[in-house]
């Protein structure tokens, strides 16, 4: 489904501070793989996450969906076709914009966005239903300006419209890592159960090892530009914490 | 205070809310502080002026002045999101350039228009208000004019492309996560904002019966004062309209520099006043300068 292929990326090239991030690192993910990325700061897991949305340039190497190189893509093309929840609960939605407004742009995305209506109010009952499926009553508050709900429901509402029209592709950046314990439990149970309906391959970087070793159906760690273990299906079951964190620690004081 | 000038101060408000609409649409949703304004507003003036010269219908001559008043706008977004250059930087060179462009266009750097030219306040629809003072004309086609402007643009930002053009200045990262190029979207703004401008200049144009090279001088401080007075005015009051408030804005401030006039300062004080009000409005409103900047 995505395919990463022969990466190279230099940060800082021909300075005393270049660092050289991936050297020919390839990675594959199959279609409907829900893909969780650990590795400490520094380690490459953001920068994969930004080289296969164009974020940021490379230096040699291709990104490939279904067999189709983006490289030449602008960022925004790509997202045509790809969907990506932030850290910051700010990013996924217009915060002076109200719920409906915001989940009315969401649901254009593909289609032109020229003088019709914004609002279509044949929606709204559907917007409704999927917001009650949160489950945190949103589904009252449409005409709410965005803003001014909590950064947990905001990124509740982020995902939603991440994943309200159809995917090759969702990308999670550390989308939890801004939210307080229990929000973050909650917002990653939404995202699984979104990712499993939706049938969705996806890819989650999160510094939250039980996310990792919970959630997904298989787990990189990456350290310093190289994957150091990359367990899938019946292999990531068996994978308990604390072989996981044995490893993180290992890497971590590298 | 005489009635006269209570008249002529409300209906430059009317007029100069045009100014202060493009501004709304750059400076509050757009988030960009678009300088292209000073010189934008005297294009629209010296198209108008030139083609009523010539005989043009009024109304034509004021679809002449909004098309390029566009074209600025464009030139500005193109500098900026092409050729990466900062917004401000951006405004500056195309008011710069627009500077020689509009005597190139108007031909001299002053260009009176003759007492028998037709305008929108003698001619065409204005013709059904019979025999009334040329002040009231102004005011009634201003009024009519200014209204329809507004209720377009509401309905504009509540079409798709609108709703696009407002998520721009309030997530642009949201924007390309919905697969669109934010540059366009920006372009495009820039390009409505300063049509409303240069069409601002136009209706000046008629009323004052002239184009002035230097008549673009401090309009960006007149929309910026405008925008700035209605939206921290209204901002406890979620119903009123942006539009609406950068209307009432505009009457205010126009009231406001009219009455200080009043004082008995000399004609040529007159932009000293705009700046120092302006400086006033940004202190009591609690945004200062470095936020109109980099906001």
Same mark, same amino acid.
């Given at each position: 489904?995505?395919?990463?292929?022969?990466?190279?990326?230099?940060?800082?090239?021909?300075?005393?501070?270049?660092?050289?991030?991936?050297?020919?690192?390839?990675?594959?993910?199959?279609?409907?793989?829900?893909?969780?990325?650990?590795?400490?700061?520094?380690?490459?897991?953001?920068?994969?996450?930004?080289?296969?949305?164009?974020?940021?340039?490379?230096?040699?190497?291709?990104?490939?969906?279904?067999?189709?190189?983006?490289?030449?893509?602008?960022?925004?093309?790509?997202?045509?076709?790809?969907?990506?929840?932030?850290?910051?609960?700010?990013?996924?939605?217009?915060?002076?914009?109200?719920?409906?407004?915001?989940?009315?742009?969401?649901?254009?995305?593909?289609?032109?966005?020229?003088?019709?209506?914004?609002?279509?109010?044949?929606?709204?009952?559907?917007?409704?239903?999927?917001?009650?499926?949160?489950?945190?009553?949103?589904?009252?508050?449409?005409?709410?300006?965005?803003?001014?709900?909590?950064?947990?429901?905001?990124?509740?509402?982020?995902?939603?419209?991440?994943?309200?029209?159809?995917?090759?592709?969702?990308?999670?950046?550390?989308?939890?890592?801004?939210?307080?314990?229990?929000?973050?439990?909650?917002?990653?149970?939404?995202?699984?159960?979104?990712?499993?309906?939706?049938?969705?391959?996806?890819?989650?970087?999160?510094?939250?090892?039980?996310?990792?070793?919970?959630?997904?159906?298989?787990?990189?760690?990456?350290?310093?530009?190289?994957?150091?273990?990359?367990?899938?299906?019946?292999?990531?079951?068996?994978?308990?914490?604390?072989?996981?964190?044995?490893?993180?620690?290992?890497?971590?004081?590298? | 205070?005489?009635?006269?000038?209570?008249?002529?101060?409300?209906?430059?408000?009317?007029?100069?809310?045009?100014?202060?609409?493009?501004?709304?649409?750059?400076?509050?949703?757009?988030?960009?502080?678009?300088?292209?304004?000073? @010189?934008?507003?005297? #294009?629209?003036?010296?198209?108008?002026? /030139?083609? *009523? +010269?010539?005989? &043009?219908?009024?109304?034509?001559? %004021?679809?002449?002045?909004?098309?390029?008043?566009?074209?600025?706008?464009?030139?500005?977004?193109?500098?900026?999101?092409?050729?990466?250059?900062?917004?401000?930087?951006?405004?500056?060179?195309?008011?710069?350039?627009?500077?020689?462009?509009?005597?190139?266009?108007?031909?001299?750097?002053?260009?009176?228009?003759?007492?028998?030219?037709?305008?929108?306040?003698?001619?065409?629809?204005?013709?059904?208000? @019979?025999?009334?003072? #040329?002040?009231?004309?102004?005011?009634? /086609?201003? *009024? +009519?004019?200014? &209204?329809?402007?507004?209720?377009? %643009?509401?309905?504009?930002?509540?079409?798709?492309?609108?709703?696009?053009?407002?998520?721009?200045?309030?997530?642009?990262?949201?924007?390309?996560?919905?697969?669109?190029?934010?540059?366009?979207?920006?372009?495009?703004?820039?390009?409505?904002?300063?049509?409303?401008?240069?069409?601002?200049?136009?209706?000046?144009?008629?009323?004052?019966?002239?184009?002035?090279?230097?008549?673009?001088?401090?309009?960006?401080?007149?929309?910026?004062?405008?925008?700035?007075?209605?939206?921290?005015?209204?901002?406890?009051?979620?119903?009123?309209?942006?539009?609406?408030?950068?209307?009432?804005?505009?009457?205010?401030?126009?009231?406001?520099?009219?009455?200080?006039?009043?004082?008995?300062?000399?004609?040529?004080?007159?932009?000293?006043?705009?700046?120092?009000?302006?400086?006033?409005?940004?202190?009591?409103?609690?945004?200062?300068?470095?936020?109109?900047?980099?906001?």
């Amino acid at each position: 489904m995505l395919e990463v292929r022969d990466i190279t990326k230099t940060y800082n090239a021909g300075t005393v501070t270049e660092t050289r991030l991936f050297e020919h690192f390839s990675l594959s993910v199959e279609e409907g793989q829900f893909v969780s990325i650990v590795g400490s700061n520094g380690s490459g897991k953001t920068s994969l996450l930004n080289i296969i949305c164009g974020s940021i340039p490379v230096d040699g190497g291709d990104v490939l969906v279904a067999g189709e190189s983006i490289s030449r893509l602008k960022d925004y093309q790509r997202y045509a076709t790809m969907g990506r929840v932030y850290q910051n609960p700010a990013l996924g939605t217009c915060p002076n914009l109200t719920m409906l407004e915001n989940l009315s742009l969401a649901d254009n995305k593909g289609k032109s966005f020229g003088l019709g209506r914004g609002v279509n109010k044949k929606r709204i009952d559907f917007y409704r239903s999927e917001l009650a499926g949160l489950g945190l009553g949103l589904e009252d508050k449409l005409h709410i300006k965005m803003g001014s709900l909590s950064g947990g429901q905001r990124q509740a509402v982020a995902l939603l419209m991440a994943t309200m029209t159809p995917l090759k592709f969702l990308i999670l950046d550390e989308h939890t890592a801004a939210l307080d314990p229990k929000t973050a439990d909650i917002i990653m149970e939404l995202t699984d159960r979104v990712v499993r309906e939706k049938q969705l391959t996806a890819m989650m970087v999160t510094h939250n090892l039980r996310y990792a070793v919970e959630y997904g159906d298989r787990i990189l760690m990456m350290s310093q530009g190289h994957v150091v273990m990359d367990k899938a299906g019946e292999e990531k079951r068996n994978t308990s914490m604390d072989d996981i964190l044995a490893l993180f620690n290992q890497i971590s004081l590298q | 205070m005489n009635l006269d000038l209570i008249v002529s101060t409300i209906t430059q408000g009317l007029i100069y809310a045009l100014v202060a609409f493009g501004v709304y649409i750059t400076y509050t949703i757009l988030d960009f502080p678009d300088l292209s304004v000073d @010189g934008s507003f005297p #294009l629209g003036a010296a198209v108008t002026a /030139v083609l *009523l +010269v010539q005989g &043009v219908n009024p109304w034509a001559a %004021l679809a002449a002045a909004i098309a390029a008043g566009i074209l600025a706008g464009l030139a500005t977004g193109v500098i900026h999101v092409v050729f990466h250059v900062r917004n401000l930087l951006a405004g500056i060179i195309t008011q710069t350039a627009l500077f020689s462009i509009n005597l190139m266009v108007a031909g001299a750097s002053n260009v009176p228009i003759g007492r028998g030219t037709d305008t929108i306040f003698t001619s065409g629809p204005a013709a059904l208000l @019979g025999d009334a003072s #040329l002040s009231t004309r102004r005011l009634v /086609v201003s *009024l +009519v004019l200014v &209204v329809v402007v507004k209720l377009v %643009l509401d309905a504009y930002f509540r079409t798709k492309s609108g709703l696009l053009l407002r998520a721009v200045g309030d997530n642009s990262t949201l924007v390309t996560a919905l697969g669109k190029n934010m540059g366009n979207v920006k372009i495009l703004g820039l390009a409505l904002s300063n049509g409303l401008v240069a069409l601002a200049g136009g209706v000046v144009c008629q009323a004052d019966k002239s184009f002035t090279a230097t008549m673009g001088t401090g309009q960006v401080v007149f929309g910026l004062a405008s925008v700035i007075i209605g939206i921290s005015l209204f901002r406890k009051l979620s119903f009123v309209k942006g539009t609406t408030a950068v209307l009432v804005g505009s009457i205010l401030y126009k009231a406001c520099i009219q009455a200080a006039m009043q004082l008995g300062f000399d004609p040529f004080m007159l932009k000293f006043i705009t700046a120092a009000l302006f400086l006033l409005v940004l202190i009591v409103s609690g945004r200062k300068g470095e936020e109109i900047i980099h906001a």
